[in-house]
């Protein structure tokens, strides 16, 4: 296939984890040697899965596309509170879970389906007061975050194993799926937090259709050799 990357691409690239979205632009423009270059939404660290890069003239296409729908899987790990909603920071908190049954689980999951407001964590890019709310989290300092109207389109229970809740969301754009999580264990009294997480679609853009670093080097390889340079 042929790419034409200064008048205008759009890529699917799957993040790898514990990259930022940051990290993935950097790496695909130095790679390509491309100077226009943005993503359309941002993954965090901890989550793996599709990221789209826009170059060229289709950094226009940004908004567009971060206003579609999206779709993630993962894993909630229930009687475990951690104050980031996520593995980033430790277990604080735990409770008994015994008395929980899958019937239970997947009908306080059901509650949350349609339009619902939510609170984002404290541990997140949301500007409060000039700064982000993950850096006055992190120097201790307490941040008092609005909530926000998102609809949860679905919110599918796929798997029980234990403590481990795996599931399927299909929401809106502006969606913290770490508060899906941190919320489900509020409602269930027990606490919760996100372990893992993929997106899998935005829009109609597929997770199965992504590039992976790898396959960027390959291109810029190629390109390359179709130029006669090794530069």
């Not at 790898?16 to 993935?24: A, E, H, N, Q, Y």
């Not at 996520?86 to 306080?108: F, G, M, Q």
């Not at 609809?151 to 234990?162: H, N, P, R, V």
């Not at 795996?166 to 913290?176: D, E, L, P, Q």
Request: include cysteine; proline fraction near 3%.
């Amino acid at each position: 296939m042929a790419y034409n990357f200064e008048a205008g691409e759009v890529l699917l690239i799957d993040k790898p984890l514990t990259w930022t979205s940051f990290d993935v632009v950097k790496k695909v423009r130095n790679t390509l040697r491309v100077k226009k270059i943005g993503h359309a939404g941002t993954l965090d660290p901890l989550a793996s899965g599709l990221l789209i890069l826009c170059t060229g003239k289709y950094t226009k296409r940004i908004d567009e596309i971060q206003a579609q729908e999206k779709e993630y899987t993962g894993t909630i790990i229930l009687g475990q509170y951690t104050p980031s909603y996520d593995k980033e920071t430790e277990v604080t908190e735990t409770k008994d879970i015994s008395h929980l049954t899958p019937e239970s689980i997947k009908a306080a999951a059901e509650g949350f389906v349609g339009t619902i407001e939510q609170v984002p964590p404290i541990y997140s890019a949301v500007m409060v007061d000039g700064k982000r709310a993950y850096d006055l989290a992190r120097r201790g300092k307490a941040a008092e975050l609005k909530p926000r109207t998102i609809t949860i389109k679905a919110f599918d229970i796929t798997a029980i194993e234990g403590d481990v809740v795996s599931f399927r969301v299909v929401c809106t754009k502006g969606t913290y799926i770490r508060s899906l999580a941190y919320d489900l264990g509020v409602k269930l009294n027990v606490g919760g937090h996100l372990g893992s997480l993929v997106r899998t679609r935005i829009g109609e853009y597929k997770l199965e259709d992504a590039l992976t670093i790898e396959d960027i080097q390959e291109i810029r390889k190629a390109q390359l050799e179709a130029n006669g340079s090794n530069s």
